[in-house]
């Protein structure tokens, strides 16, 4: 989170948890007094996107750039021309959370030309507990494709190992040693370590730093 | 994993190696994930060209003895129907998973439950029935993928898997059985050439001749009729004193267990009944195990369809309402428990 750069962008494979990330790091930016903006930029997958929570993260102060009105629940590559101007904005912040796998980070081949060298941070999430990231040779095929896709080069990984609400330390920590593993043969940083709240306080880690997660997308029978 | 990619797992681990379908929200990923996995296993991912051409080649691939797989949601089932009476006709076992969306029509992609009369009262033409299951967590997906495919084989039946888009995007931790689990039987019956059994083998659903058409009706009948009688499935929740039974399966019974834990701290009696087979309907649980029940509110993302069979199986006893949420709405919790108020507090339950 030191020194974050005008815009960051979230890729990684699918269910990986970019969402919840990109939606934490939007808001705890925004809490260090920055101008921030949420782009929604997962045209791959209709449910469980930033737009789904739009109204309640517009309530916190946070603008969020998403397709609007009857565009927002359809399957349809609708992309708002006011990506462009968050992307332009140099005095403000964006955060790109893009759709899953090669196929959702394609998007960001169209903005290639408008991202300048050196101005972003193009993270790739990484849970080992789902199916195709379950090792080091699973995690560097995908990031692999991610970049191919998206015609850029990965800055850091973003640690996230866990099993949903049966996540406790022993997960993480073995989750996360393969995530370091990975980054290292990549000779890549790791940037954070994604943890549900509940459990950031009680995780002994100090190679990374550990990033606590409220989690925003919500089931309709859990409780706020 | 997501309920999709469970599906999808659960069908390979079942000995499934053959998928034909075309891409539809939201059982997208799916396809994906089958299109990636099954080759890994030495089986064939198809798309089709269309639903018609998806059903049918599943009629093939069934036909000639293999474990095989077709998936969709609403718009695309129904193009599937005619397919699905000739397969459900000529006594073949497979699985169709349909994750269903707001109807009718193309409506939207939202998660709807407005699939139930066609999945549980036919669809396609002519006297059949698919064994319908409703799972509502992504291990139960899971486990009910390999159980589909079981049934199907056991009764050359056509099985369904139904559930909806959240079913199907929402990730929870799965436990994965051992792979190998399920043992394929035999299948005599099967067109596979002449090389592992005597005679012909003919898969067939065409009877001209009226008194041979009704012996096969006849015949599917009584294998229904077992079904009905073995394989009702069904999940109670805090029965014993219920006074008020909401009813409900997949995403809505998620939400109506929630429902009747407010309920019980509001010192309201309540209790949920969970159908985890749609067909057969588990009329003797619902019969069998409510019989402090004054009143029932059955729960549905659609209009008021399964309220028929809960009608049907509590035959009088008690009045039946019923709450729902249409075109891709999905029901709140307190406004559930708000009719669960109204029926408690206004004195249907005395």
Known sequence: MEDPKHISIFTGAFGSGKTELALNYALKLQETGKKVTAVDLDIINPYFRIRSVREALEVRGLNVVSPCGRLAGADVPALPPAILGVLDDSRGYGVLDVGGDDIGATVLGRFKGNLRDGSFNLYFVVNTYRTHTRDVPGILSIMRRIEKASRLQVSALISNPNLGPETNLETILGGHRIVMDAAQQLGLPVALLGVHRKLAGRLKIRDVPIFPLDLLLKLPWQDD | ?350
Not at chain 2, 22 to 37: F, K, M, N, V
Not at chain 2, 73 to 89: D, F, T
Not at chain 2, 201 to 213: A, K, Q
Request: charged share 20%; glycine share 12%.
């Open chain 2, 1 to 350: 994993m997501k309920g999709n990619e469970a599906i999808g797992e659960g069908a390979v681990r079942a000995g499934c190696r053959y998928f034909f379908g075309y891409p539809i929200t939201p059982q997208s990923e799916l396809t994906h994930y089958l299109a990636r996995r099954l080759p890994e296993v030495g089986g064939l991912y198809l798309q089709a060209e269309s639903e018609v051409a998806s059903i049918n080649m599943v009629y093939g691939a069934a036909g000639a003895g293999a474990r095989v797989m077709t998936s969709s949601s609403g718009p695309g089932i129904s193009l599937m129907q005619e397919g699905l009476s000739v397969i459900a006709g000529a006594e073949l076992p497979c699985v169709i998973v349909n994750m269903m969306r707001g109807g009718p029509g193309l409506g939207n992609i939202a998660p709807s439950q407005a699939d139930y009369f066609q999945a549980t009262k036919g669809g396609g033409h002519g006297d059949y029935h698919l064994i319908v299951l409703a799972p509502n967590s992504v291990q139960e997906i899971f486990d009910m993928t390999g159980k589909a495919f079981d049934l199907a084989d056991c009764y050359r039946n056509p099985v369904m898997v139904m559930a909806d888009g959240i079913m199907a995007q929402m990730m929870e931790p799965v436990e994965l059985k051992d792979e190998d689990r399920f043992e394929i039987p035999p299948r005599p019956w099967a067109a596979s050439g002449m090389l592992d059994h005597p005679g012909k083998n003919l898969i067939n659903s065409c009877y001209v001749v009226p008194e041979e058409m009704e012996e096969v009706n006849i015949k599917l009948k009584e294998k229904y009729t077992k079904i009905i009688r073995e394989e009702q499935e069904c999940e109670g929740y805090l029965l014993e004193d219920a006074e008020i039974v909401l009813v409900a399966f997949g995403t809505a019974s998620r939400i109506c267990r929630a429902v009747v834990e407010k309920a019980r701290l509001l010192g309201i009696p309540a209790g949920l009944i969970r159908p985890i087979t749609l067909w057969p309907f588990p009329a003797d649980f619902v019969a069998g195990n409510t019989g402090n029940a004054k009143c029932f509110l059955t729960v549905e993302m659609n209009m008021g369809q399964m309220v028929e069979d809960v009608k049907l199986a509590v035959n009088g006893k008690a009045p039946v309402f019923h709450y729902g949420r249409m075109g891709g709405m999905v029901p709140v919790a307190k406004d559930i428990l708000q009719e669960v108020q109204k029926l408690y507090n206004g004195g249907v339950v005395k």
